[in-house]
């Protein structure tokens, strides 16, 4: 591992100065997934800025909109009463991640944040044009059963592997962010970049930029919102594909629906087709996987990951099936 | 000359060190290579396996993915600080009851692990098995210790002898 110096920030402002004006600088939030990178040599930083005695570690009603620091641990967010009463998929998704001890340690941010666990990304000895822009994408051809089927380029098919971030997608959470211009809001739908021909540039906010929270907004279908994952292990594994949903039924017919898929492409993947197609549409199994197909129409699946287009609609299908049925 | 160096203090099983550390050093190698207390083991080194689990402020977590210089100043339990004197902890004589290890690796990171567990349960912590009120029955206890791998597979044993020490 590089030598590297250490600070702790005391404030916001102070530790944006110091990443934002330093490409050799990172925040150092519980690790989890940075820590494991320095070791691989995929992250050699010079100075690491440690952001977790910053005051962003609660979870707070702000009149219906619920509000919660960058520094909250998995464990306490998934824990979090008006979590799990408001939006249990959230819940369901934390829990559904990483084990116990990691948990307690990794934090909402840094979850926002990490980086794709595929192969080649994770080994310096190979080429990828995430890692080193222009060196080539082995997973194309190679090892990619677990990698992307929809929204990928001929330059990167990587998938982002958090679990968190999908529930937050399909519950139009906002992403709190401080750059050196300030705070802002940022739609979590907006935070990720597409992956076009710069897969090394993930997010849409500033290098440097401090994510401080998210901001989840009322919406009350979401008590019934749920989180279902696919993995090739019972527990403590990434998924192959996820989904979490809310959705409201009226007199047999759709009135409002959320989706969003994970394991599926570089980012959460907020299935807005599907949403459309399935709008004022009877609650059926028919219609739930017209709308998943819908949806669906778009992937474009590599030699051994097209499995994931009719894992992804069955589960689709299931999850939106379960919550029209009511509670198991 | 950047500082590439810290001094921290870890109290540690309840005495308080002073270290100088290369900030390179993970809390699980201050453990082991600074401090003698070799009970916490490097398995995979990446968070992956669960053998360097320690409680960090009555937590459990991996210690192979902390910087030591990120934790300075809290309070560390290893395996070796678990029983006062020669009298087991609890859980310490489950797993000794029910054979619950072979070649006894990851012994260290499951007993701290499962002492996590418990106290999680009991504060009320859901799973994803389960939304927190259920007890600790197997199905709970795999879930919530899957980030601890047995590669001798003594998983039957550590689950009853989890499960022994919940009941009282």
Redesign the interface.
């Known amino acids: 591992?590089r030598?590297?110096?250490?600070t702790r920030a005391t404030d916001v402002d102070t530790a944006v100065a110091l990443v934002a004006d330093n490409p050799g600088a990172r925040y150092?939030g519980g690790?989890?997934n940075l820590?494991?990178l320095m070791?691989l040599g995929v992250e050699r930083p010079?100075?690491?800025v440690?952001v977790?005695g910053l005051p962003l570690d609660e979870v707070v009603d702000d009149g219906g909109t619920l509000r919660v620091g960058a520094l909250v641990r998995n464990?306490d967010l998934?824990?979090h009463p008006l979590v799990?009463a408001r939006y249990p998929a959230l819940?369901?998704a934390v829990?559904?991640g990483?084990?116990?001890?990691?948990r307690?340690?990794a934090t909402t941010g840094g979850n926002l944040l990490q980086r794709t666990r595929c192969l080649y990304f994770t080994d310096p000895a190979k080429p990828c044009n995430k890692r080193r822009p222009g060196s080539g994408c082995p997973a194309i051809r190679g090892e990619h059963h677990n990698l992307a089927i929809l929204g990928a380029s001929a330059h990167c098919v990587a998938t982002h592997p958090s679990d968190l971030a999908v529930a937050l997608a399909a519950l139009d959470a906002r992403v709190l962010v401080h750059d050196l211009a300030g705070p802002r809001e940022v739609p979590l739908d907006d935070f990720y970049r597409p992956v076009d021909d710069r897969p090394d540039l993930e997010l849409t906010v500033p290098d440097g930029a401090l994510v401080t929270g998210v901001a989840l907004p009322p919406l009350p279908m979401a008590a019934g919102s749920r989180y279902r994952k696919v993995r090739e292990r019972?527990?403590?594994a990434f998924a192959v594909a996820s989904v979490a949903a809310a959705l409201d039924v009226a007199g047999g017919r759709v009135r409002d629906v959320r989706i969003a898929l994970g394991a599926v492409a570089s980012r959460p993947w907020r299935a807005r087709v599907a949403e459309r197609t399935l709008a004022g549409e009877p609650a059926t199994e028919a219609a739930f996987a017209a709308a998943a197909e819908a949806e669906l129409d778009a992937a474009r699946p590599l030699r051994d990951n097209a499995y994931k287009v009719p894992l992804v609609r069955d589960l689709v299908v299931g999850v939106l099936r379960d919550m029209a049925g009511g509670p198991p | 000359m950047?500082?590439?160096s810290?001094t921290v203090r870890l109290v540690v099983n309840g005495t308080a060190y002073d270290l100088e550390v290369?900030?390179?050093t993970?809390l699980l190698d201050a453990l082991r290579e600074r401090l003698n207390l070799t009970g916490a083991k490097k398995g995979c080194?990446?968070?992956q396996c669960?053998a360097c689990?320690v409680l960090?402020d009555g937590?459990?977590?991996?210690s192979c993915?902390?910087?030591a210089?990120?934790v300075d100043g809290r309070s560390v339990t290893t395996v070796e600080g678990l029983a006062p004197g020669d009298e087991l902890h609890p859980m310490q004589a489950a797993f000794l009851a029910h054979d619950a290890f072979q070649c006894g690796y990851c012994t260290p990171g499951q007993i701290c692990?499962a002492i996590?567990?418990l106290d999680?349960a009991a504060?009320?912590?859901?799973?994803?098995v389960s939304?927190?009120t259920a007890v600790l029955d197997e199905d709970e206890i795999?879930?919530?210790?899957?980030?601890?791998l047995c590669r001798c597979g003594a998983y039957p044993q550590i689950v009853a002898a989890v499960a022994e020490v919940w009941r009282g």
């Open positions: 591992m030598e590297f110096a250490y150092l690790g989890t820590v494991d070791k010079e100075l690491l440690d977790t464990s998934a824990a799990r819940s369901q829990l559904a990483a084990s116990g001890q990691l307690n340690v019972a527990s403590y | 950047p500082q590439l810290s290369d900030n390179r993970t080194d990446h968070g669960g689990t960090l937590r459990r977590v991996d993915l902390l910087f210089v990120a692990s996590g567990v999680e504060a009320g912590w859901p799973s994803a939304d927190g795999r879930e919530r210790m899957s980030g601890n």
